[in-house]
């Protein structure tokens, strides 16, 4: 059996500071060491898996400030943005990060995933919080703390924030409000994060609005259709399709395109959106034609 040398017992010993700062300098080296749940029958307990629209996300974080992020469900956003927060958190002090869901239960379920990653990192990066309770995870050493917030009219108001995430945001009822309560808080600098499916019961929300205005109003959009995530594809959709009961719904869980996703469902339109896209159809042909 080999024996290690001097040096590499030194090297071995030193492993979990350098580790430490690597993922200190950076968010990608921190995700090598991120676990999170897929639920049964999935893998349970598995690593953070590195697709390629997620690594897309990851540069979109590291790059810009406003980011409003129309998607398909099940898409692995909720658990990247987890995963940012709890870096934030862990490797910039003093960092406040705020995450608002529709409601106190769904702000708990998305602080309950930054506490998973938190729970399953390796020891020399899980620091031990302060406060850990089902609204906030802090540590004191550092004076950052990640706070999940039910979002309402007023919520957030008067704080300054590092990062505020609003998640699932098109279908908060207070979005709006909120968003005018929120903004200024991270206007000296902070990151806005909008993700968020698109809410099938309204054609011109503020999340969609916000959407549409990027780039002319700051705001970098990112869209990730229904394909994005591996195994998914036509016969995919087609075979999820037979299964729904709501085919309107089920176009703006599922989107294919981000048109799709922001037009308004026929059920709400006072004309035929089919006849619609015919006559925008005939208009570009005519165009083109002339």
Same mark, same amino acid.
């Given at each position: 059996?080999?024996?290690?040398? %001097?040096?590499? /017992?030194?090297?071995?010993? /030193?492993?979990? $500071? &350098?580790?430490? #700062?690597?993922?200190?300098?950076?968010?990608? %080296?921190?995700?090598?060491? @991120?676990?999170? *749940?897929?639920?049964?029958?999935?893998?349970?307990?598995?690593?953070? !898996?590195?697709?390629?629209?997620?690594?897309?996300?990851?540069?979109?974080? *590291?790059?810009?400030?406003?980011?409003?992020?129309?998607?398909?469900?099940?898409?692995?956003?909720?658990?990247?943005?987890?995963?940012?927060?709890?870096?934030? /958190?862990?490797?910039?002090?003093?960092?406040?990060?705020?995450?608002?869901?529709?409601?106190?239960?769904?702000?708990?379920?998305?602080?309950?995933?930054?506490?998973?990653?938190? !729970?399953?990192?390796?020891?020399?990066?899980?620091?031990?919080?302060?406060?850990?309770?089902?609204? #906030?995870?802090?540590? $004191?050493?550092?004076?950052?703390?990640? @706070?999940?917030?039910?979002?309402?009219?007023? %919520?957030?108001?008067?704080?300054?924030?590092?990062? @505020?995430?609003?998640?699932?945001?098109?279908?908060?009822?207070?979005?709006?409000?909120?968003?005018?309560? @929120?903004?200024?808080?991270?206007?000296?600098?902070?990151?806005?994060?909008?993700?968020?499916?698109?809410?099938?019961?309204?054609?011109?929300?503020?999340?969609?609005?916000?959407?549409?205005?990027?780039?002319?109003?700051?705001?970098?959009?990112?869209?990730?259709?229904?394909?994005?995530?591996?195994?998914?594809?036509? #016969?995919?959709?087609? %075979?999820?399709?037979?299964?729904?009961?709501?085919?309107?719904?089920? !176009?703006?869980?599922?989107?294919?395109?981000?048109?799709?996703?922001?037009?308004?469902? !026929? &059920?709400?339109?006072?004309?035929?959106?089919?006849?619609?896209?015919?006559?925008?159809?005939?208009?570009? #042909?005519?165009?083109?034609?002339?």
């Amino acid at each position: 059996m080999s024996t290690l040398t %001097a040096d590499q /017992a030194l090297a071995l010993k /030193a492993l979990p $500071a &350098t580790e430490r #700062e690597m993922c200190r300098r950076s968010f990608r %080296a921190f995700l090598d060491h @991120v676990m999170i *749940l897929e639920p049964p029958p999935g893998d349970a307990v598995m690593p953070w !898996q590195p697709w390629p629209h997620l690594l897309g996300a990851v540069d979109a974080l *590291l790059t810009h400030r406003l980011i409003v992020w129309l998607k398909a469900r099940q898409t692995g956003a909720s658990w990247l943005v987890s995963a940012y927060a709890l870096w934030m /958190a862990l490797f910039k002090k003093g960092a406040q990060v705020a995450l608002f869901s529709q409601g106190e239960k769904e702000a708990q379920e998305l602080l309950g995933k930054v506490r998973f990653i938190w !729970q399953h990192l390796p020891d020399h990066l899980r620091d031990v919080p302060k406060v850990d309770n089902s609204e #906030e995870l802090s540590w $004191a050493d550092r004076f950052s703390r990640v @706070v999940a917030y039910p979002s309402t009219a007023k %919520a957030g108001r008067g704080s300054t924030f590092s990062l @505020v995430v609003m998640d699932e945001c098109d279908h908060h009822e207070f979005f709006e409000d909120n968003y005018a309560a @929120v903004k200024p808080t991270i206007d000296s600098g902070g990151q806005l994060l909008l993700p968020s499916t698109a809410n099938w019961q309204t054609a011109d929300s503020a999340f969609k609005r916000l959407y549409r205005g990027a780039p002319g109003n700051g705001f970098t959009s990112i869209f990730w259709p229904y394909s994005v995530r591996p195994g998914r594809d036509a #016969e995919w959709l087609a %075979a999820k399709l037979r299964e729904s009961t709501d085919p309107v719904r089920f !176009q703006k869980e599922y989107p294919v395109s981000a048109e799709e996703a922001l037009a308004a469902p !026929q &059920t709400i339109m006072a004309f035929s959106k089919a006849a619609l896209d015919a006559m925008m159809q005939e208009t570009r #042909e005519a165009t083109a034609g002339s």
